[in-house]
């Protein structure tokens, strides 16, 4: 047996004991959401959608279910709002005070996960707004804003500061070189991003408890509460339910995005 194939078999060997480690879990809650009965059992002793059913006909989960799809999309929105004329100002005119919103945005987001909430826990309950859903609307879209910050920073940098200088030779302002150039080169990233932060804000736990507590119940909170009274089929449900936006989100990013370039890549992949 040659050098090169020992290799080969080595390589793909390592890579298939990683995805099985990574895909076992995932194979797991799935089968036993499938499973007739409420033992956690795998694999399924008879399968059944019955469980499936109990979570979309229980008031109670679908209510999670659209508070966690609510302040996710409402979060994405806010903070690629506000990201992106921090990222343009940096790009365009070099601007300091937008260089420090953006570092301020990434130092909070790399904060550990329970100063963060926390902090928004006393801020909410010294402004006298505790509760509240669009307390976890704000806090996630400030959390999370070094995400859209750092990937629309990307596609600023991707453009030709050429082009720019071009159609204004021709003419254009700086409202039609933005919408000539800009817009359609930032797109995919735009896109990108409030996937991004969308799905870290639908996974987000910790903070939504500590700024609203259990009155405002996403499903990561819903989950957690079944889980403290005991083992509930209907959480397999809501885990593969987030198995499933998660992979539909990413599926999307694939299709619309350069994943390698939002990863850092900055040169072409070589043959």
Excluded at 27 to 39: A, E, L, M
Excluded at 197 to 226: C, D, H, K, W
Excluded at 242 to 252: M, N
Aim: proline share 4%; hydrophobic share 55%; aromatic share 10%.
């Amino acid at each position: 047996m040659n050098d090169g194939l020992i290799s080969t078999v080595l390589r793909r060997g390592f890579l298939s004991l990683v995805a099985l480690f990574i895909a076992a879990p995932l194979v797991v809650v799935i089968g036993v959401s499938f499973n007739q009965t409420r033992r956690m059992s795998f694999p399924p002793t008879e399968l059944s959608l019955k469980w499936y059913k109990a979570f979309f006909t229980d008031a109670g989960w679908m209510k999670s279910l659209e508070t966690s799809l609510t302040i996710s999309l409402l979060a994405a929105l806010i903070a690629v709002t506000i990201a992106l004329p921090i990222a343009y100002a940096v790009w365009r005119y070099n601007s300091k005070a937008a260089k420090g919103l953006a570092g301020v945005g990434s130092g909070l987001f790399l904060l550990p996960g329970v100063v963060t909430a926390l902090m928004f826990s006393a801020f909410w309950g010294m402004v006298g707004h505790v509760g509240r859903i669009e307390n976890v609307i704000l806090s996630h879209s400030v959390i999370l804003l070094g995400v859209p910050v750092a990937m629309l920073s990307v596609g600023f940098q991707s453009i030709e500061k050429a082009l720019i200088e071009a159609a204004h030779t021709m003419g254009a302002g700086d409202a039609e070189a933005f919408r000539m150039v800009v817009r359609p080169a930032m797109t995919p990233y735009i896109l990108c991003a409030l996937v991004y932060v969308f799905v870290l804000s639908l996974n987000e736990y910790l903070i939504a408890y500590m700024v609203a507590g259990f009155s405002v119940q996403t499903l990561p909170i819903r989950v957690f509460t079944a889980l403290r009274s005991g083992y509930e089929p209907t959480m397999c449900v809501g885990a593969v339910i987030f198995i499933l936006l998660g992979f539909a989100a990413f599926s999307l990013l694939a299709a619309i995005g350069d994943l390698p370039k939002l990863m850092g890549r900055n040169r072409p992949l070589e043959a």
